[in-house]
């Protein structure tokens, strides 16, 4: 059963442009979120995250914004860069270190 | 600073057999935590150590095990392979506990034929 869910396994967003990213989970007690990139050949890079006591955090060009009514996380990359193309995981844990991730969403920034 | 260090990155081995993956986390850093990527299943939690204690264990059969030496290296070991064992094994080590931020490594990639 997937607790987290990542609905599109791939965007393709022109350079310069609006990427967003969205992620669903199904429980209720995750306390903080996290998204994740991977580049090929490389383990996932830690990118930005949320605690469940926000709605939003910012962190330069990147911006995670959680619905907790809805169970639904998101992350805004503005302005999209080529160099953005990679896979990106959300993530989530309960005051630990195991995290659940989703099962990825391949972004393509087109120059 | 060096990186998470996960040795073999490649290997490969035939059903039946066992492996044993290593890896060096980042110095200063007491927990380490195990991934499984698979293409159907993406990344999947194996285990997550802190101080040679084994805080978290995922849904994975008791042929899959781990530890933790005092200098907080870790060895991560899987007895009998199967072909569905074949994935990319991360780790990543974290410099406190409970925070989710983690530095991963590489990855061992592991082929069973």
């Known amino acids: 059963d997937q607790q987290v869910k990542q609905n599109s396994p791939s965007l393709s967003v022109q350079e310069g442009r609006i990427s967003i990213l969205n992620c669903d989970y199904t429980?209720?007690?995750?306390?903080?979120f996290l998204w994740y990139k991977k580049y090929p050949a490389e383990g996932p890079t830690f990118l930005i995250s949320?605690?469940?006591?926000?709605d939003k955090n910012e962190d330069g060009r990147f911006t995670v914004f959680l619905n907790k009514s809805a169970k639904h996380l998101s992350l805004h990359i503005v302005p999209s860069q080529p160099g953005d193309s990679a896979v990106y995981f959300c993530?989530?844990?309960?005051?630990?270190?195991?995290?659940?991730f989703g099962t990825g969403t391949l972004l393509a920034v087109q120059p | 600073k060096a990186g998470v260090t996960q040795t073999p990155r490649y290997l490969i081995k035939t059903r039946g057999q066992q492996v044993t993956l290593s890896c060096s986390p980042i110095?200063?850093?007491?927990?380490v935590s195990w991934y499984q990527q698979t293409p159907g299943q993406g990344l999947q939690f194996l285990f997550e150590?802190?101080?040679?204690?084994?805080?978290n264990k995922g849904n994975f059969p008791g042929r899959f095990s781990g530890r933790q030496f005092s200098n907080s290296r870790s060895e991560m070991n899987v007895s009998t392979l199967e072909l569905g064992d074949s994935a990319l094994y991360l780790c990543?080590?974290?410099?406190?506990?409970?925070?989710?931020?983690?530095?991963f490594g590489e990855g061992s990639r592991l082929t069973v034929l």
């Open positions: 993530a989530t844990r309960r005051a630990t270190n195991k995290l659940i």
């Open positions: 429980n209720s007690m995750f306390d903080y």
């Open positions: 949320i605690s469940s006591i926000k």
């Open positions: 110095s200063g850093h007491r927990s």
């Open positions: 150590y802190f101080s040679e204690t084994q805080r």
């Open positions: 990543a080590s974290s410099l406190v506990v409970g925070t989710g931020e983690l530095f």
